[in-house]
Protein backbone atom coordinates (compact mmCIF):
# COMPACT_ATOMS: atom_id res chain seq x y z
CA UNK A 1 0.00 0.00 0.00
CA UNK A 2 0.86 3.68 -0.52
CA UNK A 3 -0.34 6.81 0.84
CA UNK A 4 0.77 9.96 -0.73
CA UNK A 5 0.27 12.98 1.04
CA UNK A 6 3.15 15.48 0.13
CA UNK A 7 5.15 16.54 -2.62
CA UNK A 8 7.96 18.64 -3.18
CA UNK A 9 8.45 21.65 -6.19
CA UNK A 10 11.93 23.16 -6.27
CA UNK A 11 10.96 26.57 -7.55
CA UNK A 12 9.00 26.70 -4.17
CA UNK A 13 11.66 26.20 -1.97
CA UNK A 14 11.97 28.85 -0.56
CA UNK A 15 8.26 29.24 0.15
CA UNK A 16 7.95 26.14 1.69
CA UNK A 17 11.45 26.88 3.74
CA UNK A 18 9.52 29.62 5.79
CA UNK A 19 6.41 28.25 5.61
CA UNK A 20 8.10 25.13 7.87
CA UNK A 21 9.91 27.14 9.95
CA UNK A 22 6.58 29.08 11.03
CA UNK A 23 5.29 25.80 11.24
CA UNK A 24 7.35 24.27 13.42
CA UNK A 25 7.63 27.42 15.98
CA UNK A 26 3.76 27.51 15.59
CA UNK A 27 3.27 24.15 17.04
CA UNK A 28 3.85 22.65 19.97
CA UNK A 29 6.66 19.90 19.13
CA UNK A 30 8.65 18.03 21.72
CA UNK A 31 11.79 18.68 20.26
CA UNK A 32 12.93 21.47 17.58
CA UNK A 33 16.32 21.45 15.49
CA UNK A 34 18.41 23.16 18.45
CA UNK A 35 17.09 20.21 20.39
CA UNK A 36 19.32 17.93 17.61
CA UNK A 37 22.21 20.38 17.96
CA UNK A 38 22.30 19.74 21.38
CA UNK A 39 22.51 15.91 21.09
CA UNK A 40 25.44 16.19 18.45
CA UNK A 41 27.27 18.10 21.39
CA UNK A 42 26.19 15.30 23.54
CA UNK A 43 27.01 12.26 21.62
CA UNK A 44 30.05 13.72 19.82
CA UNK A 45 32.87 11.72 21.52
CA UNK A 46 30.42 8.54 21.94
CA UNK A 47 28.37 7.76 19.19
CA UNK A 48 30.27 6.57 15.79
CA UNK A 49 29.86 8.73 13.05
CA UNK A 50 28.36 5.99 10.69
CA UNK A 51 29.61 5.28 6.88
CA UNK A 52 27.23 5.66 3.92
CA UNK A 53 27.73 2.59 1.52
CA UNK A 54 26.38 2.21 -2.18
CA UNK A 55 25.44 -0.22 -4.28
CA UNK A 56 25.32 -0.70 -8.33
CA UNK A 57 23.37 -4.14 -7.93
CA UNK A 58 20.54 -2.57 -5.87
CA UNK A 59 20.75 0.93 -8.11
CA UNK A 60 19.85 -1.32 -10.83
CA UNK A 61 17.18 -3.47 -9.05
CA UNK A 62 15.12 -0.02 -7.95
CA UNK A 63 16.33 2.00 -10.41
CA UNK A 64 17.39 5.19 -8.17
CA UNK A 65 20.82 6.28 -6.86
CA UNK A 66 20.30 4.86 -3.64
CA UNK A 67 22.87 5.81 -0.15
CA UNK A 68 22.68 3.43 2.78
CA UNK A 69 23.16 5.21 6.08
CA UNK A 70 24.51 2.22 8.06
CA UNK A 71 23.37 2.47 11.13
CA UNK A 72 24.13 -1.15 12.06
CA UNK A 73 27.66 0.23 12.40
CA UNK A 74 26.69 2.21 15.58
CA UNK A 75 27.80 1.34 18.96
CA UNK A 76 25.06 -1.39 19.82
CA UNK A 77 24.57 -2.34 16.40
CA UNK A 78 21.63 0.03 15.88
CA UNK A 79 20.92 3.42 15.58
CA UNK A 80 18.93 3.37 18.95
CA UNK A 81 22.16 4.54 20.81
CA UNK A 82 22.39 7.80 19.74
CA UNK A 83 19.24 8.89 21.64
CA UNK A 84 19.58 6.69 24.45
CA UNK A 85 23.33 8.28 24.87
CA UNK A 86 21.46 11.84 24.97
CA UNK A 87 18.91 10.52 27.40
CA UNK A 88 21.03 9.24 30.06
CA UNK A 89 23.86 12.17 29.65
CA UNK A 90 20.81 14.54 30.27
CA UNK A 91 19.20 12.42 32.93
CA UNK A 92 22.13 12.38 34.69
CA UNK A 93 22.79 16.36 34.99
CA UNK A 94 19.96 16.35 36.76
CA UNK A 95 19.23 13.15 38.48
CA UNK A 96 22.85 11.81 39.18
CA UNK A 97 22.72 7.84 39.30
CA UNK A 98 18.82 7.24 39.72
CA UNK A 99 18.37 3.81 37.83
CA UNK A 100 17.31 4.08 34.52
CA UNK A 101 14.11 1.73 33.14
CA UNK A 102 12.81 1.30 29.60
CA UNK A 103 10.84 -1.77 27.90
CA UNK A 104 11.91 -2.75 24.66
CA UNK A 105 12.08 -5.96 22.36
CA UNK A 106 15.60 -5.41 22.29
CA UNK A 107 17.51 -2.22 20.26
CA UNK A 108 16.94 0.33 22.62
CA UNK A 109 17.40 -1.77 25.66
CA UNK A 110 21.02 -2.65 24.41
CA UNK A 111 21.41 1.05 23.75
CA UNK A 112 20.20 2.07 27.06
CA UNK A 113 22.39 -0.38 28.68
CA UNK A 114 25.41 0.69 27.84
CA UNK A 115 24.23 4.47 27.86
CA UNK A 116 23.96 3.54 31.41
CA UNK A 117 26.75 1.69 31.97
CA UNK A 118 29.13 4.47 30.49
CA UNK A 119 27.43 6.56 33.22
CA UNK A 120 27.84 4.26 36.07
CA UNK A 121 24.36 3.59 36.35
CA UNK A 122 22.31 0.98 36.56
CA UNK A 123 19.89 -0.02 34.40
CA UNK A 124 16.48 -2.13 34.00
CA UNK A 125 15.42 -3.67 30.39
CA UNK A 126 11.93 -4.65 30.20
CA UNK A 127 11.50 -7.28 27.69
CA UNK A 128 8.97 -9.72 26.06
CA UNK A 129 10.30 -13.58 26.47
CA UNK A 130 10.01 -13.86 22.75
CA UNK A 131 13.06 -10.78 22.40
CA UNK A 132 15.20 -12.25 20.20
CA UNK A 133 18.45 -14.25 21.98
CA UNK A 134 21.12 -12.10 20.58
CA UNK A 135 19.36 -8.77 21.80
CA UNK A 136 18.59 -10.19 25.59
CA UNK A 137 22.28 -11.59 25.73
CA UNK A 138 24.00 -8.24 24.96
CA UNK A 139 21.63 -6.25 27.32
CA UNK A 140 22.60 -8.29 29.97
CA UNK A 141 27.05 -8.45 28.77
CA UNK A 142 25.97 -4.26 28.86
CA UNK A 143 25.38 -4.82 32.81
CA UNK A 144 21.55 -4.29 32.47
CA UNK A 145 19.12 -6.18 34.56
CA UNK A 146 16.39 -7.88 32.28
CA UNK A 147 12.45 -8.24 33.44
CA UNK A 148 10.60 -10.55 31.24
CA UNK A 149 7.14 -9.85 30.55
CA UNK A 150 4.39 -10.93 27.78
CA UNK A 151 4.60 -9.88 24.25
CA UNK A 152 1.94 -7.00 24.37
CA UNK A 153 2.50 -3.49 25.14
CA UNK A 154 0.11 -3.80 28.11
CA UNK A 155 2.30 -6.64 29.89
CA UNK A 156 5.44 -4.54 28.69
CA UNK A 157 3.72 -1.20 30.72
CA UNK A 158 2.86 -2.90 33.27
CA UNK A 159 6.11 -5.16 34.43
CA UNK A 160 7.51 -1.31 33.82
CA UNK A 161 6.16 0.17 36.31
CA UNK A 162 5.80 -2.69 38.89
CA UNK A 163 10.19 -1.78 38.69
CA UNK A 164 9.12 1.98 39.12
CA UNK A 165 6.62 1.29 41.98
CA UNK A 166 9.70 -0.87 43.74
CA UNK A 167 11.61 1.65 43.94
CA UNK A 168 9.43 4.31 45.15
CA UNK A 169 9.14 6.68 41.63
CA UNK A 170 13.21 7.32 42.20
CA UNK A 171 13.94 5.90 38.97
CA UNK A 172 13.58 7.71 35.23
CA UNK A 173 11.35 5.15 33.29
CA UNK A 174 12.03 6.36 29.41
CA UNK A 175 10.43 5.46 25.83
CA UNK A 176 11.99 3.80 23.63
CA UNK A 177 10.54 6.42 21.13
CA UNK A 178 8.38 8.94 22.44
CA UNK A 179 11.14 11.11 24.96
CA UNK A 180 12.55 14.11 23.47
CA UNK A 181 15.74 13.25 24.09
CA UNK A 182 15.65 10.43 22.39
CA UNK A 183 13.89 11.49 19.99
CA UNK A 184 16.32 14.67 18.95
CA UNK A 185 18.87 11.97 19.44
CA UNK A 186 17.59 9.96 16.54
CA UNK A 187 17.95 13.41 14.46
CA UNK A 188 21.67 13.39 14.66
CA UNK A 189 21.16 10.77 11.75
CA UNK A 190 19.74 13.38 9.62
CA UNK A 191 23.13 15.74 10.03
CA UNK A 192 25.18 13.55 9.50
CA UNK A 193 23.59 12.26 6.26
CA UNK A 194 22.88 15.49 4.93
CA UNK A 195 26.80 16.34 5.67
CA UNK A 196 27.61 13.55 3.50
CA UNK A 197 25.23 13.37 0.67
CA UNK A 198 24.36 16.90 0.38
CA UNK A 199 22.13 16.07 -2.67
CA UNK A 200 19.97 14.05 -1.07
CA UNK A 201 16.24 14.31 -2.38
CA UNK A 202 14.16 11.69 -0.41
CA UNK A 203 14.82 9.69 2.81
CA UNK A 204 13.19 6.55 3.83
CA UNK A 205 13.21 5.64 7.13
CA UNK A 206 11.50 2.23 8.84
CA UNK A 207 8.71 3.43 11.30
CA UNK A 208 8.12 1.59 14.02
CA UNK A 209 7.49 4.03 17.36
CA UNK A 210 8.22 6.70 15.51
CA UNK A 211 11.25 8.45 16.83
CA UNK A 212 13.93 8.13 14.38
CA UNK A 213 12.10 9.24 11.53
CA UNK A 214 10.37 12.17 13.89
CA UNK A 215 13.91 13.55 14.51
CA UNK A 216 15.02 13.01 10.92
CA UNK A 217 12.01 14.94 9.76
CA UNK A 218 12.91 17.97 12.06
CA UNK A 219 16.36 17.56 10.80
CA UNK A 220 15.81 17.70 7.31
CA UNK A 221 13.20 20.25 7.12
CA UNK A 222 15.29 22.88 8.95
CA UNK A 223 18.44 21.85 6.94
CA UNK A 224 16.51 21.31 3.44
CA UNK A 225 12.80 21.39 3.18
CA UNK A 226 13.26 19.93 -0.32
CA UNK A 227 13.86 16.18 1.08
CA UNK A 228 11.11 14.40 1.14
CA UNK A 229 10.98 11.97 4.05
CA UNK A 230 9.35 8.93 3.35
CA UNK A 231 7.55 6.22 6.25
CA UNK A 232 8.82 2.23 5.37
CA UNK A 233 6.52 -0.17 7.73
CA UNK A 234 5.28 -3.55 7.79
CA UNK A 235 2.41 -3.88 6.43
CA UNK A 236 1.18 -6.00 9.42
CA UNK A 237 2.04 -3.27 11.67
CA UNK A 238 0.84 -0.34 9.50
CA UNK A 239 -0.53 2.24 12.24
CA UNK A 240 1.16 4.77 10.75
CA UNK A 241 -0.14 4.37 7.60
CA UNK A 242 -4.16 4.26 9.00
CA UNK A 243 -2.94 6.83 11.06
CA UNK A 244 -1.93 9.03 8.54
CA UNK A 245 -4.85 8.31 5.99
CA UNK A 246 -7.44 8.76 9.29
CA UNK A 247 -5.64 11.73 10.26
CA UNK A 248 -5.55 11.07 13.59
CA UNK A 249 -3.12 8.41 15.40
CA UNK A 250 -4.63 5.01 15.50
CA UNK A 251 -2.46 2.65 17.29
CA UNK A 252 -2.66 -1.00 16.41
CA UNK A 253 -5.12 -2.69 18.73
CA UNK A 254 -2.71 -5.94 19.23
CA UNK A 255 1.12 -6.91 18.68
CA UNK A 256 1.52 -7.78 15.48
CA UNK A 257 3.55 -10.44 13.92
CA UNK A 258 5.89 -9.45 11.52
CA UNK A 259 9.41 -10.53 10.97
CA UNK A 260 10.41 -6.92 11.45
CA UNK A 261 10.29 -7.30 15.57
CA UNK A 262 11.95 -3.42 16.31
CA UNK A 263 8.89 -2.18 14.46
CA UNK A 264 6.20 -3.98 16.02
CA UNK A 265 5.55 -0.82 18.13
CA UNK A 266 2.81 2.16 17.48
CA UNK A 267 3.69 5.69 16.77
CA UNK A 268 3.02 7.59 20.17
CA UNK A 269 1.69 10.86 21.19
CA UNK A 270 5.28 12.63 21.26
CA UNK A 271 6.15 11.38 17.48
CA UNK A 272 2.58 11.41 15.57
CA UNK A 273 2.71 15.58 15.45
CA UNK A 274 5.78 15.60 13.48
CA UNK A 275 4.84 12.82 11.42
CA UNK A 276 1.56 14.12 10.50
CA UNK A 277 3.09 17.87 9.75
CA UNK A 278 6.30 16.79 8.04
CA UNK A 279 6.22 12.79 6.92
CA UNK A 280 5.62 12.81 2.96
CA UNK A 281 4.39 9.29 2.26
CA UNK A 282 4.06 5.86 3.98
CA UNK A 283 4.79 2.89 1.81
CA UNK A 284 3.96 -0.45 3.57
CA UNK A 285 5.32 -3.21 2.31
CA UNK A 286 4.64 -7.43 2.96
CA UNK A 287 6.95 -9.77 5.19
CA UNK A 288 8.26 -11.35 2.20
CA UNK A 289 9.36 -8.41 0.40
CA UNK A 290 11.31 -7.64 3.30
CA UNK A 291 12.75 -10.72 3.24
CA UNK A 292 13.86 -10.59 -0.03
CA UNK A 293 15.13 -7.21 0.38
CA UNK A 294 17.72 -7.97 3.27
CA UNK A 295 18.65 -11.07 1.88
CA UNK A 296 19.55 -8.69 -1.04
CA UNK A 297 21.65 -6.87 1.13
CA UNK A 298 23.13 -9.51 2.74
CA UNK A 299 24.44 -11.01 -0.52
CA UNK A 300 25.38 -8.25 -2.48
CA UNK A 301 26.46 -6.16 0.15
CA UNK A 302 27.63 -8.34 2.87
CA UNK A 303 25.72 -6.45 5.50
CA UNK A 304 23.40 -8.19 8.23
CA UNK A 305 20.84 -6.14 8.56
CA UNK A 306 18.18 -6.83 10.84
CA UNK A 307 14.98 -7.45 8.78
CA UNK A 308 13.56 -4.35 10.24
CA UNK A 309 15.86 -2.57 7.91
CA UNK A 310 15.20 -4.57 5.26
CA UNK A 311 11.70 -2.74 5.25
CA UNK A 312 13.36 0.51 4.48
CA UNK A 313 15.39 -1.29 1.39
CA UNK A 314 12.03 -2.94 -0.13
CA UNK A 315 10.54 0.32 0.06
CA UNK A 316 13.60 1.58 -2.14
CA UNK A 317 13.50 -1.33 -4.60
CA UNK A 318 9.85 -1.56 -4.93
CA UNK A 319 7.54 -0.28 -7.58
CA UNK A 320 5.84 1.71 -5.30
CA UNK A 321 8.30 4.00 -5.17
CA UNK A 322 8.84 4.96 -8.35
CA UNK A 323 5.03 6.65 -8.77
CA UNK A 324 5.66 9.80 -6.08
CA UNK A 325 9.50 10.43 -7.04
CA UNK A 326 11.59 11.82 -9.90
CA UNK A 327 13.12 8.85 -12.05
CA UNK A 328 16.63 10.61 -11.26
CA UNK A 329 15.99 11.11 -7.65
CA UNK A 330 19.47 10.97 -4.87
CA UNK A 331 17.37 8.46 -2.20
CA UNK A 332 18.58 8.04 1.03
CA UNK A 333 17.93 4.76 2.76
CA UNK A 334 18.50 4.20 6.90
CA UNK A 335 19.95 0.56 7.95
CA UNK A 336 18.50 0.93 11.50
CA UNK A 337 20.32 -2.20 12.78
CA UNK A 338 21.71 -5.09 12.68
CA UNK A 339 21.26 -7.22 15.50
CA UNK A 340 20.36 -10.87 14.20
CA UNK A 341 20.15 -13.90 15.94
CA UNK A 342 22.56 -16.18 13.78
CA UNK A 343 21.00 -19.49 15.55
CA UNK A 344 17.40 -18.42 14.60
CA UNK A 345 17.47 -17.39 10.55
CA UNK A 346 14.62 -20.18 9.61
CA UNK A 347 12.75 -17.36 8.05
CA UNK A 348 15.48 -17.04 5.09
CA UNK A 349 14.91 -20.42 3.95
CA UNK A 350 10.91 -19.47 3.58
CA UNK A 351 9.39 -18.97 0.44
Known amino acids: MILTLGFSIPLRAYRRYY ?21 ERNIKDVANVTPVLTSSIIDKVSGFQLHFKCELFQRTGSFKFRGMYNEVFNHKKTNGTQPMVIHSSGNAGQALAL ?24 VIGYGAIIAD ?16 DRFDGKVRLTSPSQSPDVIAGAGT ?24 ISGIAVACKHLNPKVKIIAAEPALADDCYQSKLNNRRTPLTKTPITIADALRTSIGPNTWPIIRDFVNDVITVTDDQIKSATRLVWQTMKLTIEPSSGVGVAVAIGDQLKNIIEPNAVVGVILCGGNVSLEHLDWLKDD
Open 19 to 39: ATQSQMAMNNYVINYESIKDA
Open 115 to 138: ASRLHDIPCHVVMPTVAIPCKRNA
Open 149 to 164: CQDSESSREEVAQSIV
Open 189 to 212: IATEFIEQVPTLDVIIVPVGGGGM
